[in-house]
């Protein structure tokens, strides 16, 4: 029994060896792949870190860009509250000028003594005068008005001799002057003129148009007994077309006379040229105002009758010889003289 004990005592180390040559190599596997790994991750580390770094460059480039657009933001606001500034500047400055100005008519008040009676009545003539001296103005330059600017003249020289003050005999001589020179350049009522010429208008519907005479027609039907079907028919269609147009003619006119229902635009068409020949003599225009006269006339002759007519014919002819285009003079030298004085 003893050998057999041996020998297993003997086999029992050789098993052993057998397991060490087993786990030798699964040792080293497992070292390679432990260098595989801290290989892979020092190859891996710079790509890592430099990912890391292009991100920490974008987090910087995002604060600046944000604080870029603060920066922006905040010019924006220094240049409106700059603005607002000068504005308000500007504003103080004009508030302070005008406490300035009030205060400067304040003192001037203070200063000034109650004015006396004789004061009062001046100063209440010069506001005539000068309201007289626009009025000549106005007559000449807008109206034409020579007459009319020429009897204010004369009216404030009058004033002006009332009051009896030396210091206004300069003023006199310029109404003299410019009276002359209205006298001069003629007389032509323009206003007057104009006023004829709405009278004229008013007074159109009294107008009575060239009439012809009455016209009878022959009517086949009477003759005609028992008519046949056909020939009633085109006898009713011959009657209906005569009745939509009628020529009326008058021998001594020189044109057709139109229908009553037409006589409307006749009347239209006289009231225009009225209204045009009026407006050319307020506007000065001395062509259109003869021609709208020569047609308004032609247009009485032709289509009007009556005593009324007559009488507006002779108030236009009237009118063509009147001259409504005149060169008024300068009179406002006199206004301007008043405007400078101090009593």
């Keep these: 029994m003893e050998p057999n004990s041996k020998s297993e005592q003997v086999e029992k180390p050789a098993k052993k060896t057998e397991k060490n040559a087993s786990a030798t190599p699964k040792t080293a596997l497992s070292a390679k792949w432990v260098l595989l790994i801290i290989l892979a991750i020092l190859i891996t580390l710079p790509g890592v870190g430099a990912l890391w770094l292009v991100w920490q460059q974008k987090q910087q480039l995002v604060e600046v860009e944000s604080r870029l657009d603060g920066i922006t933001e905040l010019e924006t606001d220094i240049s409106q509250l700059a603005n607002s500034q000068r504005q308000l500047d500007s504003q103080l400055s004009s508030l302070k000028q005008s406490q300035l100005e009030q205060g400067d008519v304040l003192t001037k008040l203070q200063n000034q003594s109650p004015l006396s009676s004789d004061e009062i009545e001046l100063e209440w003539a010069l506001a005539e005068i000068k309201y007289l001296l626009n009025l000549a103005n106005q007559r000449a330059l807008l109206a034409k008005d020579t007459s009319g600017a020429a009897l204010a003249l004369s009216l404030a020289d009058q004033q002006i001799r009332e009051i009896g003050d ?79 147009v009628v020529i009326r003619q008058q021998q001594d006119a020189p044109a057709a006379v139109l229908m009553p229902e037409q006589r409307y635009f006749l009347y239209q068409n006289l009231r225009l040229q009225l209204e045009t020949a009026r407006f050319s003599a307020l506007s000065g225009n001395q062509k259109m105002f003869e021609q709208s006269l020569q047609s308004t006339i032609s247009w009485l002759e032709q289509y009007f009758v009556g005593d009324h007519r007559d009488a507006m014919l002779e108030s236009l002819q009237n009118m063509q010889n009147q001259a409504i285009s005149i060169e008024t003079p300068d009179i406002s030298g006199s206004l301007r003289w008043l405007k400078g004085f101090e009593p």
């Design 166 to 244: 030396y210091r206004m005999q300069p003023l006199r001589e310029l109404i003299a002057e410019e009276t002359l020179a209205l006298e001069a350049a003629g007389d032509t009522d323009v206003a007057g003129i104009a006023a004829d010429m709405l009278g004229l208008i008013g007074s159109i519907d009294k107008l009575r148009v060239v009439t012809g005479p009455k016209q009878s027609f022959y009517d086949e039907t009477e003759e005609v007994t028992q008519p046949s079907a056909w020939r009633e028919a085109v006898t009713n269609i011959w009657a209906q077309i005569r009745s939509l």
